[in-house]
């Protein structure tokens, strides 16, 4: 089996047993990336210089006899809205085209101390904002199950390379969906961590209240590796949470006998394509022959959570963004009358349409005689919705139910009505208004060869159980990772 094709798991095993070093996995990454790139465009920046360097520091560690991490010497890519210290960190955005960080994110010390070996940083939807990957400033990325499709996004870059055999493993952030959806569209599996389970410090924030960095990976024994090294409390991050961690691929392998699966309704209702209904109802058929109960449950406010995100979510940008104003740092106007004009000049210039669309909503709903009416009801139906997931956890062990609506689109099919695109995160956002765990994970195809994802949702710090739940289908349902052909 080429290197490339290994899991994040055997890759870790050849490791520890001296089968392969870390040079020369690292360049079997690197002669694919220079095979695959200019078809897919992944990555905006790679490192190649820094990655034979850092895999030759990994294998000397091994070599001397220390006690290393387990994924010592195991190539990453994140995403580039992940500051890594003197690498730039564009956001996909002309506004940070030239931005070389002066630090480093937590998740990215605790992969560097870890040893691993840093390709790249991979394209995004502009500061994060977007389903696509068609919104970056600098190019587009494409599906690699078909390149005539959009990977999803906003992390579509770090799910289209790990589709593509471009790296084992990447890092993406998810504000409503952006790691699960760009997962389901490209074949990975990737999970959205509790809230406050992985430090944000570092993370160039969209919506502080709703993003996590997450784990995309070739399997789900792959991904609860990689959740491993990522999650602890960061004192640096106020929202990250003081607690313990256990193994969080413990459970795998335990079977799902004896555990209750919830369908809601509202994720089985219209506008869901025949394909993905028949894969997802597929699998909750598996469960159940595995020895689950799986059953249907109502959950009311869902109906609710789109609109009150993108309410919520553009408030927090628009405050978040404010600090791009052409003075501080990032995009500059050559040419100003004055200091109105300089922000005007260099925000115009800096910020994509999405970003500015989004920026505008959200000042609105903040500003007099609108907040109550949008900012604070949005607000309120946030609490409806951790109720009802409180209540349904009160009687489930976790929930079952789509990624997005469809497949993969066609690059350019939805790219001109945002209504369209904003209406494909009806199934992911209520659980980051929840700050609750969800793995999304393939399940099958549609008509058309495209992947399908189904996400497990369950309570606060259960991904454990997701896990168990996910290698159980996993293995049942036969959907093994496989290269993209290109």
């Known amino acids: 089996m080429s290197m490339i094709d290994m899991t994040l798991a055997q890759l870790a095993d050849g490791l520890r047993q001296g089968e392969m070093s870390s040079v020369e996995i690292t360049r079997a990454y690197l002669d694919r990336i220079g095979q695959t790139e200019k078809k897919v465009g992944a990555y905006i920046t790679l490192t190649p210089e820094m990655a034979l360097s850092q ?19 195991v190539p990453v890519a994140v995403k580039d809205n992940i500051c890594v210290e003197g690498v730039k960190t564009t956001c996909a955005s002309r506004m940070l ?94 999970m959205k961590p509790t809230y406050g389970m992985v430090s944000r410090y570092g993370l160039v924030a969209f919506a502080s209240s709703l993003d996590q960095i997450g784990p995309m990976t070739k399997t789900v024994r792959d991904n609860a590796l990689a959740l491993d090294l990522l999650a602890g409390y ?13 193994p969080m691929g413990r459970d795998i392998g335990r079977g799902v006998k004896g555990l209750t699966i919830g369908l809601p309704r509202q994720m089985f209702a219209e506008g869901l394509s025949d394909g993905v209904r028949r894969a997802v109802t597929h699998a909750a058929k598996v469960l159940e022959g595995l020895g689950a109960t799986v059953k249907e449950i109502d959950l009311p406010s869902l109906e609710y959570a789109l609109p009150a995100y993108y309410v ?48 505008l909503l959200g000042t609105y709903t903040l500003s007099a005689g609108y907040f109550d009416a949008y900012y604070k009801k949005a607000l309120q139906v946030r609490t409806l919705v951790i109720r009802d997931f409180d209540r349904a956890f009160e009687d489930f062990d976790a929930l079952l139910g789509p990624v997005a609506p469809t497949t993969a689109y066609r690059i350019g099919e939805k790219s001109m009505s945002p209504m369209e695109m904003y209406l494909g995160d009806v199934h992911t956002v209520p659980v980051n208004i929840a700050g609750i765990p969800a793995l999304s994970m393939p399940c099958g195809a549609d008509e058309n060869g495209l992947p399908v994802g189904l996400q497990l949702m369950g309570k606060t710090f259960s991904e454990p159980m997701l896990y168990r739940i996910g290698g159980a289908l996993e293995e049942a349902l036969g959907c093994t990772w496989k290269e993209a052909t290109l």
């Open 55 to 73: 895999a030759e520091a990994a294998d000397r560690a091994r070599q001397s006899g220390e006690t290393v991490h387990p994924l010592c010497g």
């Open 97 to 190: 085209e030239d931005f070389v960080p002066p630090y480093s994110a937590t998740v990215w010390e605790k992969l560097s101390a870890a040893g691993c070996v840093l390709l790249g940083k991979t394209n995004l939807d502009e500061f994060a904002m977007g389903s696509t990957t068609e919104n970056s400033a600098f190019h587009l990325t494409h599906n690699p199950r078909n390149l005539a499709h959009v990977p999803g996004g906003s992390s579509g870059g770090s799910a289209a390379c790990v589709a593509a055999a471009e790296t084992p493993f990447a890092l993406g952030s998810d504000t409503g969906g952006s790691i699960r959806q760009p997962a389901a569209f490209c074949g990975v599996v990737g």
């Open 234 to 246: 960061d004192r640096r991050d106020t929202t990250s949470v003081k607690r313990g961690y256990t």
């Open 312 to 359: 919520l979510s553009s408030a927090e940008a628009s405050s978040n963004l404010a600090r791009f104003d052409g003075v501080r740092y990032g995009h500059r106007a050559a040419e100003y009358a004055d200091l109105e004009e300089l922000y005007v000049k260099s925000r115009s210039e800096g910020f994509g349409p999405e970003v500015k669309r989004r920026i």
